[in-house]
């Protein structure tokens, strides 16, 4: 009996197995090779943390991106049809850095769906306006595809470094 029941766990402990390694997701048709790539953004030398950088080629229908860390890192990651890998496929690239600062709103959840159209209107107008007035720790430059002065030649793995002092 015991020998019976250690056969059918070791069964379905096998078909277990299987069956997770069979489920693994795999690339779609189309996918890019990539090579492990990050971008760091830094102030002279103190990382800037959750910077939005885009890599962007004319050429790529494959969305390159990532967030940097505290310590200013990102890690590049490429999604294609909804599937993401690690890295960024070899290539010539347009790179962006996002970080827009925000003001806290000063309105609660109720009080704004207690205002009429107009006032809510008038308190966003006014929000935005503080978010445009706070100092920047990336330039507004480093946020445009036509207007960003960075770009990267990806040729194997490596890591590209963005001092947004340069740029101040």
Same mark, same amino acid.
């Given at each position: ?15 277990? !197995?299987?069956?997770? #390694?069979? !489920? ?10 990539? #090579?492990? /790539? ?5 102030? =002279? ?5 959750? #910077? ?19 310590? @200013? ?17 070899? =290539?010539?690239?347009?790179?962006? &850095? ?19 159209? @107009? ?18 720790? #990336? ?10 002065? &960075?770009?990267?030649?990806?040729? @194997?793995? =490596?890591? /590209? ?8």
């Amino acid at each position: 009996m015991n020998r019976l029941l250690t056969l059918r766990y070791a069964l379905f402990f096998a078909l277990a !197995c299987v069956t997770l #390694v069979g !489920c693994k997701e795999s690339a779609p048709d189309g996918m890019p090779d990539t #090579v492990p /790539f990050t971008v760091k953004v830094v102030d =002279g030398s103190k990382g800037i943390a959750d #910077v939005q950088v885009i890599m962007n080629s004319p050429t790529a229908t494959e969305t390159v991106a990532g967030t940097t860390n505290s310590s @200013g890192v990102a890690i590049m990651q490429t999604t294609f049809k909804n599937f993401t890998k690690k890295g960024v496929p070899t =290539g010539e690239y347009k790179v962006l &850095c996002v970080k827009n600062p925000t003001v806290d709103h000063w309105k609660t959840e109720e009080e704004l769906n207690q205002m009429d159209v @107009g006032t809510r209107q008038a308190y966003f107008d006014e929000w935005q306006k503080k978010n445009e007035e706070l100092e920047r720790e #990336v330039p507004k430059i480093l946020e445009s595809f036509d207007n960003s002065p &960075c770009s990267v030649t990806v040729s @194997g793995e =490596g890591e /590209f470094v963005v001092d947004v002092a340069e740029y101040k």
